[in-house]
């Protein structure tokens, strides 16, 4: 580019990120052939995987872009099992089920968030855990579900093993790679400037002109709908239904976990981040209660001292970009030489919405 | 009915207790401590094991516990939430999750699913009952924690309004900067505010085991009720968060004549409605779950 030495570089895309958006859709289609060269378990895990992706994408969505910390997001996963339960028990195909269940788990979220986003920081952040706690008792009522006893989404048997398995990670693969399209798309609109605006300073925001609770609103109801598909997928590979499993905090847990190892607020870092916590329950997981204070640990000392998380780090420290959504300011001094002192107020790639 | 009324009342204590170190600690610091429940369990283990494994009475036990709470509170407020709070209103919200969950799953991995009561440690108490006017039976453990409910509500306001160490607080609680210059120790005065919600918790986690039964992972409940409770009695004196415990009991207490499973529920709805009326009405969101007493008491 052959910019003026004194104007700033204005930039979206760079050649890592046109190398990864190819490798993107390398991966997607690879991911795509893989149950015909994997094993069932290997397709049963890779399929848990993608639910875990769409989980911390949707968290971050709403803590990292909205500035909206819930430890009660299992509200949405349970609902969204539970609805497919209560859809495939009224005679409605199973696969169709799981999905017509995120739809309404969204159309939920909508009544509810006219409430909950008038609540700020700790006070949404449990108000959220009130919701979940009362949604699960509420649950627990319906005598489909016979309490703690737990039901079944039994017509999904009809299909043979192998052919239910595979269509299944097809799903979670579908709606993962969807669901991050969607947020993708949404954060390099118009709207992602003002989610990002938002996110740095919300009265600086509002001042401007953003509308604010509009767009908080976006979010919450694109978390729960995402959320709410991811539950209706956990519901079809393990099959049976019990609410204390679904509505349980820990799948909060593991949302946080996965967004602050992976960096929040970053559109990678909640990739990455499933991907790490991927990789330790499958090293780990059998351990047992010493894996989930490791879990809680590593949450407390990444807040403490890693808030940005590894590929917030990464990316601050190598300014690297590979799926842009914002744009960034380059300074010309900043673009001969990478070895050169920063300015104080501005590192040499300054992410700007 | 009168007689579940008066239970209720008396359970509302409780509540109080543990929603006042909440509260407080929220509006010294602004931080919402998820780990309120968790440290209150982690109280109740602690004298729990004291009785079992030393014959300690858990009345003596406290005097054990709750000084160690407090220095649990001092090195939580100087090595976690100072340093959270530092990256903004939401990471002290990750933070005291993430430690919720070590201290869960650590009492786990100490003392196992079973779920245990300070109840045989204290003898008669735990059933012991006085007869009121009316044929009433009021179990003589509610009316102690309804009482201690009362004298640590009254203690903390009297101590916010009347000694140095509370001014100092309270000024950092209104504009921690001004009171820097001034020459309030913010940083002090902080811990000092930690410490003291923690003995608090550590008082509410004792109760919590004699008057009922508890298992690792009874902290997230304690949380939702402190939480409720805090948020019904609304900004205004302390006492208020007294009045919010009374109606969440009480409002458990309708749940479970309605319900055989209505208890928990009666007490999430009846917080759902104060909360609905209060942000309809204010239009502004909760400012804050409470603000501490002003000069003059109550």
């Given amino acids: ?353 | 009915m009168s007689n579940q009324i008066i239970q209720g009342i008396l359970l509302g204590g409780y509540y109080a207790l543990i929603a006042c170190g909440l509260s407080f600690m929220f509006s010294v610091m602004r931080i919402i401590n998820l780990a309120h429940g968790s440290l209150a369990v982690f109280a109740a283990f602690a004298l729990w094991w004291l009785a079992a494994r030393f014959h300690i009475s858990p009345f003596v036990g406290l005097l054990i516990v709750l000084p160690l709470m407090a220095a649990i509170g001092w090195v939580l407020q100087r090595f976690l939430l100072e340093r959270s709070a530092r990256g903004g209103a939401l990471l002290p919200i990750l933070t005291t999750f993430g430690l919720a969950i070590v201290i869960d799953n650590l009492l786990f991995e100490q003392f196992g699913a079973d779920t245990r009561s300070l109840a045989p440690y204290i003898g008669s108490l735990s059933y012991d009952s006085w007869e009121w006017p009316g044929s009433i039976y009021v179990g003589k453990l509610a009316v102690i924690m309804f009482a201690s409910a009362v004298i640590l509500l009254g203690g903390l306001q009297l101590f916010l309004t009347h000694t140095r160490l509370g001014r100092s607080i309270r000024a950092t609680s209104e504009d921690p900067d001004t009171a820097g210059l001034v020459g309030v120790d913010a940083r002090r005065a902080n811990a000092i505010a930690a410490s003291i919600a923690m003995v608090t918790v550590g008082l509410a986690g004792a109760f919590l085991g004699m008057r009922s039964t508890f298992d690792p992972y009874a902290g997230a409940p304690q949380l939702l009720f402190a939480f409720e409770a805090a948020v019904i009695g609304g900004a205004g004196s302390l006492w208020g968060t007294l009045i919010g415990g009374i109606v969440l009991a009480l409002a458990q207490t309708l749940g479970a004549q309605v319900h055989p499973q209505g208890f928990l529920i009666g007490g999430h709805v009846a917080f759902l409605i104060v909360l609905f009326i209060r942000l309809s009405t204010s239009g502004l969101g909760l400012r804050g779950l409470q603000r501490l007493p002003t000069r003059k008491p109550t």
């Fill in chain 1, 1 to 353: 580019m052959s910019a003026v030495s004194t104007s700033p570089v204005i930039e979206r895309g760079t050649a890592t990120s046109r190398i990864a958006a190819i490798a993107v859709a390398v991966i997607i289609a690879l991911l795509a052939v893989a149950p015909h060269f994997l094993s069932a378990g290997a397709v049963d895990r890779i399929t848990a995987l993608f639910i875990y992706v769409i989980l911390a994408a949707m968290w971050n969505a709403l803590a990292g872009f909205g500035g909206l910390v819930s430890v009660g997001q299992q509200v949405f996963f349970g609902l969204g099992a539970y609805f497919a339960i209560r859809l495939a028990d009224a005679g409605i195909n199973p696969f169709l089920a799981l999905f017509t269940s995120g739809i309404i788990v969204g159309a939920v979220s909508w009544p509810l968030s006219l409430f909950m986003l008038r609540l700020r920081n700790g006070e949404f952040a449990i108000g959220m855990w009130v919701i979940a706690a009362l949604t699960h008792l509420l649950v627990n009522l319906d005598r489909l579900v016979q309490g703690e006893t737990g039901t079944s989404l039994i017509s999904l048997n009809v299909y043979d093993a192998g052919a239910r398995r595979a269509a299944i990670y097809w799903l979670a693969l579908a709606s993962m790679t969807a669901l991050l399209a969607i947020l993708f798309g949404l954060l390099r609109g118009s709207t992602g400037a003002a989610i990002r605006a938002i996110r740095d300073n919300e009265d600086a925001a509002a001042s401007v002109g953003v509308r604010v609770t509009g767009t908080k609103r976006l979010l919450f109801v694109l978390a729960a709908f995402g959320i709410g598909i991811a539950g209706a997928l956990w519901l079809a590979t393990s099959i049976t239904f019990q609410p204390k499993t679904y509505f349980n905090v820990q799948w909060t847990a593991y949302m946080i976990f996965m967004v602050l190892v992976g960096g929040i607020g970053t559109f990678e870092g909640a990739i990455l981040g499933a991907l790490v916590f991927f990789l330790i329950e499958t090293w780990f997981g059998g351990i047992g209660v010493w894996y989930l204070v490791g879990l809680g640990a590593t949450a407390v000392l990444f807040s403490l001292f890693l808030p940005r998380g590894l590929w917030g780090t990464i990316e601050e420290r190598f300014g690297l970009r590979l799926l842009p959504v914002g744009y960034r300011v380059r300074f010309p001094a900043a673009a001969d030489g990478d070895a050169m002192p920063s300015p104080p107020q501005a590192t040499p790639y300054r992410e700007k919405a």
